[in-house]
Structure formats: structure tokens, C-alpha cells
């Protein structure tokens, strides 16, 4: 399908993953990035969107899970497609039930292993060094109403070293997250 694609990027934090989502989208002929959200007015990743000229704005938990403000900014926006990127609040029914099999999601693990509730940032890789895993890397997945457990779209993997320390773990993902995710997101909005 080549229709014109309009996106919007949530996130919670720092927004290095969206940054290369709107470097790799700008001037793009038929995929846009026309809005970024977030749950912390204060998330560097809004900053980052601003220097792109991209629409942000920034919601509480009454306009995203009752009131039903967030949808109708999408609605409004007329967004096609939801890019999670470092967003860290369970998604509502509501928008899952107005984009199914539209929303995709970054995971900086090989799920289904550690993955779920509670499993983000520095924790997952505290965890797979703890396990002594000697693989881990990142799943691109869509999302569905569970934590983590969409439709797995693409995984990708790099070495774990008996000398790695959490640290190190996250920045080989963080380097395969950032190489892979505008790519994936692409394919997948093109499928
Ligand atoms: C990434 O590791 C991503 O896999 C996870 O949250 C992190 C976001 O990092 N979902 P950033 O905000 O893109 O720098």
C-alpha cells in the first residue's frame, strides 16, 4: 500500500530512537511525521521535535485514558499509523480498538525474553547480563493489549561478552535500535 502515511511518535523521555524517526522521514514523498505526544511536558524528545518543526504535545493520564482528548488529536491529525519510541504508559483499549495492527512498538530485548511489565530501560539489561545470556538485541513488534506480546516484526542481535556490564549492554542496542527502527517502521508502513 503506497497511500500517504501520517504518523505520530509517542514518547516519554530522552527521544533518541524518534530523532532518527524524523531525520530518516524528513522530505519523505509519501511518509510524515506530523505529530509527537507525550505523558512528560518536560521529555527531551519533545525538544528534539520542535527543531524538526514537529507538531508536539504533551497529555495527562484523565486525557489519555478517560476523556478521550489524545484519540482526537489523532483523529484531527489525521494520523494513520502510532510509533511508540521510549513511551512508557500502557496503551488504552481505545486506541488499540481505533488502530489495530497500527501501532508499533521498540523493545531493546529479544522478547518474549524480557519483556512484560516493569521490563525498561536499564532494567532489561541488568537483567540479561544477570541471566548470562550470551546473545541480546531488539524486537520491533506491533502492539496489542498486552505488555510486549504484539505480533513480532523484526528482531536483530548482537554479542553479550562475559566483560559487558549493563552499560555496555545498552549501547550496542542502543546502536541497533537507532540503525534499524526508521527502516523497520518504514517496511512496515509500506507493507
Ligand atoms: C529504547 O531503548 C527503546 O527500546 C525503549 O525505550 C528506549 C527509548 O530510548 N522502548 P530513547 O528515548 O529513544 O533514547
Redesign the pocket.
Known amino acids: 500500500m503506497n497511500q500517504p502515511a501520517r504518523l505520530a511518535v509517542f514518547?516519554s523521555?530522552?527521544?533518541?530512537?524518534?530523532e532518527q524517526i524524523f531525520s530518516h522521514f524528513t522530505n519523505y514523498p509519501t511518509i510524515t511525521v506530523a505529530l509527537v505526544l507525550s505523558n512528560n511536558p518536560g521529555a527531551f524528545?519533545l525538544q528534539r521535535a520542535q527543531k524538526f518543526n514537529i507538531q508536539t504535545k504533551a497529555f495527562n493520564k484523565n486525557q489519555f485514558y478517560e476523556s478521550g482528548v489524545v484519540l482526537n488529536w489523532l483523529k484531527e491529525e489525521q494520523i494513520t499509523h502510532i510509533v511508540?519510541?521510549?513511551f512508557l504508559w500502557m496503551i488504552p483499549q481505545s486506541l488499540i480498538q481505533a488502530y489495530p495492527k497500527h501501532i508499533i512498538?521498540?523493545?531493546?530485548a529479544l522478547l518474549p525474553k524480557f519483556g512484560g511489565k516493569g521490563m525498561?530501560?536499564s532494567k532489561v539489561h541488568a537483567g540479561v547480563k544477570a541471566a548470562g545470556e550470551t546473545k541480546t538485541g531488539?524486537t520491533i513488534h506491533e502492539v496489542n493489549e498486552k505488555y510486549d506480546e504484539g505480533k513480532i516484526i523484526f528482531q536483530a542481535r548482537c554479542e553479550v561478552l562475559p566483560e559487558d556490564t549493563p552499560d555496555s549492554i545498552a549501547k550496542k542496542?542502543?546502536a541497533l535500535?537507532h540503525s534499524h527502527y526508521p527502516v523497520e517502521i518504514e517496511r512496515w508502513v509500506k507493507q
Open positions: 514518547l523521555g530522552n527521544g533518541s530512537n524518534a524528545g511508540l519510541a521510549g512498538n521498540i523493545h531493546p525498561y530501560g531488539i542496542v542502543q535500535e
